[in-house]
């Protein structure tokens, strides 16, 4: 049964009587808050269920020593600066969250948003004709012909169960937290038979910092993964744990990644002239391009080896990963293309060089009452196991989804099934924000945000189901050429621009003269609304 109060609130008329369409959105971390932002631009005003007491997302609850992964210039509001005194390269996450705050402070957004409130189920009551008749929604168009989507949330301060009603619903409910990887073992080899604490890195960020620092001081401790949250606690680990009598901590994994320095630079060169260029795109070529283009990327494909090679070989020279068989298996430009590389802190080698980090290469691994196994039967002994294994983000999607929507992503994956990077062919009057990736997530948020705002201004019309199928497939087909690693998409972030940017019948070539356009790396202060 619909609450009051939820009608209330949504059940506005222009002055010219016509029904204001109704917008959900569900989460206020930041591809929430963009949303929110962007939806407000075009007269709408949509309502945001947030489950916690503050906006933030993975930035809420965090490791102490947590700091921006993607250097500051790269990671701005396109209309919206970071403030004057916040200098460093990289801010850390209390400055991340003052900032969040300072941009929803700005544009007056905590008026949509209702904290404490979990969405609990959603409904769709649409006619789902679009698809059966190959179209996307109604003709192709944000709106079918009324609310079609019915969203019930709990509050914290209520016991019941309230209903909303929306003619569109944008999921941001996040794709790193909330549902945690937790590996699987046979019976008797897991967490049950080992006699010390096991966390996930989500759980330990749950931990006030002083909780944290006390729970890990002194102990001996695995740490399972070598992403970034493994390397970050490895490091907090190893800051709590210096002297003669703390113990080293070990990370265990089953595969190294090519990890780069904070800074982005190296040997002199920053990555961006390196892979964020327009040039750079020609290096891989893109799904469905033509015969021409693809002579030309068979022609540069040796300069995309030289480059991946000159990062490798600088990596390998500056950082003792022969030293500690961190060497991985795939090349630099596989690696970023897909997404799976990552900086590492200033201070992890020399943490690594004092023996404060240790390494453990296993393919598998399990435990026994004082710690883990490995493949190759040695034990490692351990007072606490953090899994730094990251979460389970199409999983935490597709059980959110109601049902007849849950199998309809393929076995790659969300993030390649979403026509856009945010629309599923098969699910109507629906967004998904957040599951695009990019070296720099606010970047993909933000214009993400842009395009759906002109697509609910009905700027834009969808293609066929069928078209966007064949265009997800083609995708997959072209990563799976490029990259082992296929599953996912991060180094086609200006090709993927350029086809918003007409989308929105907006120039793709953004610097304003071809040499700049070719040849200067690209960044989310290119794609203003204003440029």
């Not at 900032?99 to 189920?121: A, M, P, R, W």
């Not at 002194?218 to 703390?246: H, L, M, P, T, W």
């Not at 991946?308 to 060497?327: A, C, D, N, Q, T």
Request: aromatic share 12%; proline share 5%.
């Amino acid at each position: 049964m619909a609450s009051s109060k939820g009608d209330s609130l949504q059940n506005g008329e222009s002055s010219n009587g016509y029904r204001q369409k109704k917008v959900g959105i569900v989460g206020a971390g930041l591809s929430g808050i963009l949303a929110t932002k962007y939806v407000i631009s075009i007269g709408l005003k949509p309502i945001v269920f947030e489950a916690k007491e503050r906006i933030g997302g993975v930035w809420r609850e965090t490791f102490a020593s947590t700091k921006l992964q993607t250097p500051r210039p790269a990671y701005q509001f396109t209309d919206f600066l970071w403030p004057s005194h916040v200098t460093t390269l990289l801010p850390n996450h209390s400055q991340v969250m003052d900032y969040f705050n300072s941009y929803v402070n700005h544009f007056g957004l905590l008026d949509c948003i209702q904290f404490n409130t979990k969405v609990v189920e959603i409904r769709y009551s649409g006619k789902q004709s679009g698809a059966s008749a190959g179209l996307w929604g109604k003709n192709g168009g944000a709106y079918d012909d009324g609310e079609v989507w019915d969203v019930g949330v709990h509050k914290s301060n209520g016991e019941s169960i309230e209903w909303y009603h929306f003619d569109f619903l944008i999921l941001c409910i996040g794709k790193y937290g909330g549902l945690p990887k937790i590996p699987l073992f046979p019976p008797k080899k897991g967490s049950e038979v080992f006699q010390g604490k096991v966390l996930h890195t989500m759980d330990y960020s749950a931990l006030n910092e002083k909780e944290a620092y006390e729970m890990i001081k002194g102990k001996r401790i695995v740490i399972i993964g070598y992403q970034k949250s493994a390397i970050d606690f490895a490091v907090e680990c190893a800051e709590a744990n210096q002297g003669e009598n703390c113990p080293p901590c070990t990370m265990v994994f089953r595969k190294p990644y090519w990890l780069f320095p904070e800074d982005y630079v190296i040997s002199g060169v920053h990555l961006a002239y390196l892979y964020g260029t327009r040039f750079s795109q020609f290096l891989l070529g893109k799904p469905a391009q033509g015969f021409l283009m693809n002579s030309i990327s068979c022609m540069l494909a040796p300069l995309g080896w030289a480059m991946s090679k000159f990062v490798e070989l600088s990596l390998l020279w500056k950082y003792p990963l022969r030293k500690y068989g961190l060497v991985p298996d795939a090349s630099f430009l596989q690696t970023i293309a897909s997404c799976s590389t990552g900086t590492f802190p200033n201070n992890f080698f020399p943490k690594v060089d004092e023996g404060l980090i240790r390494f453990r290469k296993s393919s598998s691994w399990s435990f026994y009452s004082k710690g883990i196994v490995l493949d190759d039967g040695t034990n490692v002994e351990a007072d606490i196991v953090i899994l730094g294994t990251g979460y389970d983000g199409d999983k935490k999607l597709t059980t959110f989804l109601p049902k007849q929507f849950g199998d309809t992503f393929d076995k790659s994956g969300a993030a390649l099934s979403l026509y856009r990077g945010l629309i599923h062919p098969r699910i109507p009057q629906m967004a998904i924000l957040g599951y695009s990736e990019s070296l720099s997530n606010l970047h993909s948020a933000e214009i993400h945000s842009q395009w759906l705002a002109h697509f609910l201004s009905n700027k834009i019309v969808m293609p066929s189901v069928k078209e966007m199928e064949e265009n997800a497939k083609e995708l997959q087909k072209h990563l799976k050429r490029l990259t082992p690693m296929f599953w996912k998409t991060c180094i086609f972030q200006i090709a993927d621009n350029d086809n918003l940017c007409k989308d929105m019948g907006r120039n793709p070539m953004r610097k304003g003269n071809w040499y700049d356009d070719f040849f200067s790396p690209y960044s989310n202060m290119d794609y203003g609304m204003d440029n």
